[in-house]
């Protein structure tokens, strides 16, 4: 299994960017995908998810109205679209295949047992 994100960089607040993570080694639609990220300092914070065939999409809070997550299962690979960017969303961004979802009275529990390396996103003027 290999997941390789690409696609951040350095942007100003108020501009988009597009991550991609290009998957391997497995049946990609078979399994949800989430994306998460990590703010220097900070502890991992859950971002967006998709199941396998695309048709359902949920969003942390933070990025809701902003963030859309997609996928391309002809090719493998998963989609952040981030628009209206904010300093606040400045972190590694990382796709991770989840193996588990879980319900912990109202909120959905993830566990994941693939990760990529992450891609730096800056947002900054």
């Known amino acids: 299994v290999q997941l390789v994100e690409s696609g951040g960089g350095l942007v100003q607040p108020g501009g988009s960017l597009r991550l991609s993570c290009a998957a391997s080694?497995?049946?990609?639609?078979?399994?949800?995908m989430s994306w998460v990220r990590q703010a220097p300092g900070k502890g991992r914070e859950w971002v967006s998810e998709?199941?396998?065939?695309?048709?359902?999409?949920y969003y942390a809070d933070s990025v809701k109205g902003r963030f859309t997550i997609s996928r391309d299962n002809a090719k493998n690979t998963l989609y952040l679209q981030m628009n209206s960017l904010k300093p606040e969303d400045t972190a590694l961004y990382s796709c991770?295949?989840?193996?588990?979802?879980?319900?912990?009275?109202?909120?959905?529990?993830?566990?994941?047992?693939?990760w990529g390396q992450g891609t730096q996103v800056t947002v900054s003027s």
């Open positions: 998709i199941n396998g065939g695309g048709g359902s999409t």
């Open positions: 991770a295949r989840v193996v588990r979802r879980g319900v912990a009275g109202n909120k959905t529990t993830r566990e994941y047992d693939y």
């Open positions: 080694g497995f049946t990609f639609s078979s399994y949800y």
